[in-house]
């Protein structure tokens, strides 16, 4: 079995300590794992997929909750903590035979990626985030115009079943909405890719889940940061950030955030929406393959 947008891509489903996670594999080089975003699926990675499978073994999984991937007690507290998503990923990479491996993360899938690096610093030989802030300092720079433009931060996490209700009264019109606005208007997604994602945000359970995601997000996400920044836990692999071209304040800047987490961070900005992996791939790519040639392997 394989999606026309990824040729060769051989899928599977396996089963993880709370989950059974979908995963597509192609390559036969070192392993690097690419985890998508809120809310699509592995399609995200579809520009990018293909091209790193000639250097590397490329492994596309849907989180947790998203796309063809399902918790298997999705109403059991914590189980879509970004803890519990890490793990399902170690275990995941575990099963496919590599107990070390790079990750690349865009939006929550990058979540996901530092969560990993905190908690199975020997799995992760090195970090991509794509942008992505740690969410502690996320919360700390909250402005009336992230409100405004993240607003799906706070009306998914609003407690069961109220988001769930209104979203799910017509899931076309607020995912076009959502895609678009997170496009900044701009043309970028492939139909195939749209058609996949509408096909999960239809389901009932998936949009139950993404709004546990962002529901942890303001709970026990928001503790693990706190808590490892009080005990000064670093990422200890190579961080490579990449981030949204626009104005940020000195403090915010997402470089400046990074090397408080980490001692070995670079990055560079793209001039892009925020869905950098859809819309600049050549870009992405620019900066990603030198950086995973000289940190891995």
């Not at 389901?203 to 889940?209: D, F, G, I």
């Amino acid at each position: 079995m394989s999606h026309s947008l990824l040729p060769g891509f051989e899928y599977s489903t396996l089963i993880t300590h709370g989950a059974q996670i979908q995963v597509a594999v192609k390559g036969s080089g070192p392993p690097l794992l690419l985890l998508h975003g809120y809310p699509q699926n592995h399609l995200a990675w579809h520009r990018l997929a293909p091209r790193l499978s000639e250097d590397y073994t490329v492994v596309l999984a849907d989180l947790r909750g998203y796309g063809e991937s399902r918790a298997l007690e999705p109403n059991a507290p914590g189980s879509y903590d970004k803890s519990a998503l890490a793990l399902d990923q170690v275990q995941v990479m575990q099963q496919l035979g590599f107990e070390r491996f790079a990750v690349v993360g865009h939006d929550r899938g990058a979540r996901v990626a530092y969560r990993l690096a905190l908690e199975y610093p020997e799995a992760v030989s090195a970090l991509v985030s794509l942008t992505v802030v740690p969410i502690l300092d996320v919360w700390g720079g909250v402005n009336k115009a992230f409100a405004l433009n993240a607003y799906h931060w706070f009306l998914l996490a609003q407690p069961f079943d109220l988001p769930e209700r209104l979203i799910g009264a017509d899931p076309a019109y607020f995912l076009n909405w959502t895609l678009q606005r997170m496009a900044q208007g701009r043309e970028i997604y492939h139909p195939l890719a749209l058609e996949s994602y509408h096909r999960a945000f239809a389901r009932p359970q998936v949009l139950h889940a993404m709004c546990e995601d962002y529901r942890a997000a303001v709970g026990a996400d928001t503790d693990a940061d706190l808590a490892d920044r009080d005990a000064g836990h670093q990422v200890r692999c190579p961080v490579l950030v990449l981030w949204q071209d626009r104005p940020y304040a000195p403090a915010s800047h997402p470089l400046t955030v990074w090397q408080t987490w980490a001692p070995d961070v670079r990055g560079a900005a793209i001039a892009a929406s925020h869905m950098l992996p859809e819309e600049a791939p050549e870009a992405v790519l620019e900066q990603l393959s030198p950086f995973l040639q000289q940190v891995w392997p």
